[in-house]
């Protein structure tokens, strides 16, 4: 999956205000088939409108699957799935802790990702749920985040990779698919037996060059940060990373502090109003570590930060589910894109600075009020967390991803009725 591939064209979305309508109004004009991945999905007004969109096109024919987290999205109403489930449409749990009680006993193997592809010749990878907190108008819990919108030849490999995660997910879970899906998914995979035929890949839309880049628990461990590393290391003037939670491995900050020291200009755009306090906490721990190799650190201090995005030079960007954390990097499954053209570059790029000049605090060191002995302590014990916890993630048990149906009216898998999202227990 990470080969470059050209002729693409991509088009930043900020926010829930850019990004909701764009894909609302591509699925409703969806003609064959729409494929949803999300980790959060509400039961509010963003929510309802998925609903109605996905509801619509399922009802004039187009073939819908929605894949939901179990652990992101647990508070669905019976009735809100089944109104899906009776117009057509698919809906998949991911789920693969087995619950004790009622409860989630895996609690870090998440499908993070946030992926659509509609009719196989668009699609969009970002970090946007579908939940009211991504909108404005929300208050002041409201999320900055971003997304894209792909057109060309990009898309056959993001429309094979959701393909193929059907079919693992319900093979894994030891269950046909339902009778519909077993037929497309049989069919999807005779058409990636040999070489994709010219004919199923969408045609050249623009100029930019991009990777898919996906994160698992088996072949594809490290593959975004390794990504990130590459970028750094090889950046000459600028790098520019705005990501929600930031406490990445020990190699991924040296890359950062050896491209400030050799006059590199880096900046982190970090949470200064987290939705969760622990988030600061955690990334202050490293401010020390960054700021006297020269890296310039500023907090986002208008709302929640939920982007994850970046910026390298005047040429590389990638926008994508995938934070700078335990979680995303040694544990959830994650999908970023990662872009080579300057347009795009200039525009994120753009946005970053403007974020940076009218929503930004800079953290200066006199703000890093301390004892000496204190950041001593902390600086071993982070020290060593940060060499270690990639190994100390693989020894946790790694999932074989599984889907299970959800909604009432379709038929169990396995020979049992499944339990409906909605009654899950949030954790």
Known sequence: MSRWVSGNKFRLLENGEEFFPRVFECIAAAKREVV????????????EELHAALHQAARRGVQVDLTIDGYGSPDLSPE??????RAGVRVHVFDPGPKLWGWRTNLFRRMHRKIVVVDGERAFVGGINYSADHLADFGPQA????????????????????????AAGWRNAGAEPPEGLRERLAGHARSLAGALRRDNIPAPAGDASALFVTRDNRKHTNDIERHYRAAIRTARSRVIIANAYFFPG??????MRRAARRGVDVRLILQGEPDMPIVKTAASMLYHHLLDAGV???????RPLHGKVAVVDDEWAT???????????SLNLEANVVIRDRAFNQELGNRLDALMQHSCKQIDRKDLMEPSWWRTVRSYFVFHLLRRYPAWAGWLPAHAPRLTPAGLDLPPAGGSDPEPVGQAKPV
């Open 36 to 47: 949803v991945e999300t980790f959060i999905l509400f039961e509010d007004k963003v929510g």
């Open 80 to 85: 809100f799935l089944s109104t899906l489930t």
């Open 143 to 166: 999320k900055q985040d971003y997304a894209v919108e792909i057109e060309g030849p990009l898309v056959a490999d993001i429309h094979s990779f959701v393909h193929r995660a059907l």
């Open 250 to 255: 020990y190699r991924l900050l040296k890359e």
């Open 296 to 302: 310039r650190i500023y907090e986002y201090c208008e």
């Open 319 to 329: 926008v994508g589910s995938s934070n700078l954390d335990p979680l995303s990097l």
